[in-house]
């Protein structure tokens, strides 16, 4: 069965309807998404008081309120002069456990970018994150924008962790080196996917090297990408989402690997 990485957070204190005063409010980047100044000039804007709702608050042992939720309505209250905002507020939580708050409360809702995820999930320790972390540091790869020594497809490498562990996801990233090299291509999510896709169903029966000198001979990743992206969406006919295009990219490794094996040798797709 793969690994799951539940958010999970201890017992605590919890108060619904606390007014606080706006200035005795507190953000920490770590546990919390970037600012997006924007944003929040546009909510001050168009800001209704009476509909600004209910922010999520945590107070720490020192008695330090920190936003968890509600950081750009806390700065558009700012904005309009609002002097206090209703709170749900947390008592006893660390920087830690603030990050994993933070993770569930936006789970179903206002979605952080991927990356702003990603390192708050670092932050809140949780094993996905963490386990996924070290398979890219045993690498010398760090997450962020795509170039050569850092790997852009954050939602991709966190799903190969979590369907089939951090060793997969190491030699999946290994596997993209050795063929392609470290280029921005190589770390694509649909490339990544489908290795990963490939080494998690069969990898106990697959030499590693082997599999990087077979993908790497047929083509470079940027060409992988072109022809996975064209068949995958079919013309316009079938599906062409991020799922439909790591099956593609999986369909086409097996097919890469089957070329010159007997048929007692061969993997079925």
Known sequence: MPKKYPYELPEHKVEHGVHIPVQDLKIDEKAQRMLNEPRAMGIAKN?????????????????????????????????????????????????????????????????????????????????????????????????????????????????????????????????????WGRTKDTWDGMLLGGIGMFLGRHGDHVNDRALAEKIGKKDPAFRWRANITALASAGGTQHSGTGSRVSTCYQLIVTEWNKGRQAKNKIAA
């Open 47 to 179: 800001l209704v008081r009476e509909a600004i709702g209910t922010i999520v608050v945590s107070q720490r042992a020192n008695g330090d309120r920190y936003i968890v939720d509600g950081m750009h309505r806390w700065h558009a209250a700012k904005l309009c002069d609002i002097p206090t905002l209703v709170a749900e507020v947390h008592y006893g939580l660390d920087q830690q456990e603030e990050a994993v708050l933070f993770l569930i409360k936006n789970r179903e809702s206002s979605k952080p970018r991927p990356l702003d995820e990603y390192k708050i999930g670092l932050t809140a320790g949780l094993p996905l994150f963490v386990d996924t972390e070290s398979a890219l540091v045993a690498r010398n790869l760090s997450m962020g924008s795509s170039g050569t020594n850092t790997v852009g497809a954050v939602a991709g490498v966190l799903r190969i962790t979590d369907l089939f562990g951090p060793e997969i996801l190491e030699r999946t990233l290994k596997v993209a080196e050795d063929a």
